[in-house]
C-alpha cells in the first residue's frame, strides 16, 4: 500500500509550456513535506518544506503548494534546465524521523 | 560552507567482500539519516542516527547491515558478505534536529560483482 504516491511517471514539456507535478500522501500526523530535485548520478538537491495545509512556497520558476492530501509543484515557463526527477518525501508521526519518499517524476524540458 | 560529504563516490565489490561506506555531515548537523535508491526504484530509509546512538533502523536489512556514527569521525554504513543485490546508490543526509529538512550528499554507487 503506497503511502506517497507521484504524477505521472514522467512528462515531456517543450521550453515555456507551464505545468504542475502531484504528490499525494496518505499519512497519520503530517509533519512536514518536502520537495526535492534530483539530476542522473547525483544526490536530491533540497527545494522546499511545507508544513500545513494552505502553505505556498516559491522560488524562481517553482512554486509549491500544500492541502490536506496533496502538494502540487508548479513549473512556470520550464527551461531546458529545470529537467530532473522531482522527488516528494513526507515526514508523519506513522514513520518516526525519517523521510518517505515517492516514486518521482522525470522532467523533460525540450528547447 | 561544505555540504555533506561521502566517499567512496563509486566502490566496487567482489561477492561475500565488505563494503565500507562513508559520511561526513553538514557543520552543526548531529542526525544522519541512510538511504538506498535501487536501479529505477525510489529512495528507501535504512537508519537513523545521532551521535553514538542508533535511534531508528527499521529500515535496514536484519543481515549483514550495520551502522555507526562515533562520536569523532564520520558516520558508516557497513555490508558484509555483499551480494549482486546489493548494487545501488546508497545516500547519506544530515539536518540538525530530527525534524528538520534534511540535506543529501552526493551518494555511494556500490557495484558488486
Known amino acids: 500500500e503506497d503511502q506517497v504516491t507521484q504524477s505521472p511517471e514522467a512528462l515531456r514539456l517543450q521550453e515555456g509550456e507551464s505545468s504542475s507535478l502531484n504528490c499525494s500522501y496518505t499519512?497519520?500526523?503530517?509533519?512536514?513535506l518536502f520537495w526535492y530535485r534530483q539530476d542522473p548520478g547525483k544526490g536530491p538537491e533540497f527545494l522546499f518544506t511545507?508544513?500545513?495545509a494552505g502553505e505556498e512556497k516559491e522560488k524562481e520558476r517553482l512554486k509549491a503548494t500544500l492541502t490536506k492530501k496533496e502538494s502540487f509543484l508548479h513549473i512556470t515557463a520550464p527551461k531546458p534546465e529545470d529537467s530532473a526527477t522531482y522527488l516528494c518525501?513526507?515526514?508523519?508521526?506513522?514513520?518516526?524521523?525519517?523521510?518517505?519518499f515517492g516514486p518521482g517524476t522525470r522532467l523533460s524540458v525540450l528547447p | 560552507n561544505a555540504g555533506v560529504m561521502q566517499n567512496p563516490r563509486h566502490l566496487v565489490r567482489r561477492r561475500g567482500q565488505e563494503a565500507r561506506l562513508r559520511c561526513s555531515p553538514m557543520?552543526?548537523?548531529?542526525?544522519v539519516y541512510w538511504y538506498r535508491q535501487l536501479p529505477e526504484e525510489g529512495l528507501k530509509f535504512m537508519v537513523y542516527?545521532?551521535?553514538?546512538?542508533?535511534?531508528?533502523e527499521s529500515g535496514m536489512p536484519k543481515e549483514r547491515f550495520s551502522a555507526e556514527f562515533p562520536k569523532e569521525g564520520p558516520s558508516i554504513l557497513r555490508i558484509q558478505q555483499v551480494v549482486r543485490g546489493d548494487s545501488a546508490a546508497y545516500f547519506c543526509?544530515?539536518?540538525?534536529?530530527?525534524?528538520?529538512?534534511?540535506?543529501f550528499g552526493p551518494g555511494t554507487r556500490l557495484t558488486v560483482l
Open positions: 511545507l508544513y500545513s
Open positions: 542516527l545521532q551521535k553514538e546512538n542508533i535511534i531508528d
Open positions: 557543520k552543526g548537523h548531529s542526525h
Open positions: 499519512v497519520s500526523g503530517l509533519r512536514g
Open positions: 518525501a513526507v515526514q508523519a508521526s506513522d514513520y518516526g524521523q525519517n523521510f518517505v
Open positions: 543526509a544530515s539536518s540538525p534536529g530530527g525534524a528538520d529538512t534534511q540535506y
